[in-house]
């Protein structure tokens, strides 16, 4: 059975640097055509993708949040780190982390962490 | 990036009603394109990947179609439980895109 769970903060200032942590388990980052990426959504508002890493240690990165964001993966310890600098109110959302195998599409997702940015 | 546009934006509808929502995508996609289903508070689920494909254990009342740039997602006798939003996704080129969302709501 594969699950994710996201984990972090849930309140970050304006300008600090946010890090989430995606903790999974069923699955294994080193198995070829896995990938584990990032996706959020702004309270009432559409789904945006953000990063994926991928079992052979490439990654894709948003461009539009590329000078902002690094992804990292310990295959070890089942994890996936998103990191994003320089937070802003408007970064205020629900931060996903889900599973991908083969394809760009995610069958299996974590329940999701409310990240507010506000001083 | 390849834009997505769904429409409509928001549906009402009966149960027993048959529902089609429309995802255009800003180029061609072929047919690499998914639909999630997500109800408040929850992460979304993958309904229909690789255009009309069912995700495992979703009921044969939702349906996929479309090539190229125009998909279609269609519910063909709404039931209760099928209230929610609903997303496509482009999954040929990076970086991944989803539409706007569809909410179906109770008329």
């Known amino acids: 059975q594969i699950t994710l769970k996201e984990s972090g903060p849930t309140l970050v200032k304006p300008t600090q640097t946010l890090t989430l942590t995606c903790t999974f388990s069923?699955?294994?980052?080193?198995?070829?055509?896995?990938?584990v990426g990032w996706i959020r959504q702004p309270p009432g508002k559409a789904l945006e993708w953000l990063a994926v890493v991928f079992w052979d240690d490439d990654e894709r990165l948003s461009p539009s949040l590329k000078n902002r964001l690094t992804i990292a993966k310990d295959t070890s310890k089942n994890q996936v780190v998103i990191s994003m600098t320089n937070m802003d109110p408007l970064d205020t959302a629900t931060y996903y982390c889900?599973?991908?195998?083969?394809?760009?599409?995610?069958?299996?997702w974590g329940q999701g962490t409310l990240v507010t940015v506000s001083s | 990036d390849i834009q997505m546009t769904q429409f409509p934006s928001s549906v009402s509808a009966s149960v027993g009603d048959r529902v089609t929502i429309t995802c255009r995508a800003s180029?061609?996609?072929?047919?690499?394109l998914a639909w999630y289903q997500q109800k408040p508070g929850k992460a979304p689920d993958l309904l229909i990947y690789?255009?009309?494909v069912l995700q495992s254990g979703v009921p044969s009342r939702f349906s996929g179609s479309g090539s190229g740039t125009d998909f279609t997602l269609t519910i063909s006798s709404l039931q209760p439980e099928d209230f929610a939003t609903y997303y496509c996704q482009q999954s040929i080129d990076f970086p991944l895109t989803f539409g706007g969302g569809t909410k179906v709501h109770i008329k």
């Open positions: 069923g699955f294994s980052l080193s198995t070829s055509g896995v990938g």
């Open positions: 889900a599973h991908r195998y083969r394809t760009n599409w995610y069958t299996y």
């Open positions: 180029e061609g996609i072929g047919t690499w």
């Open positions: 690789a255009t009309s």
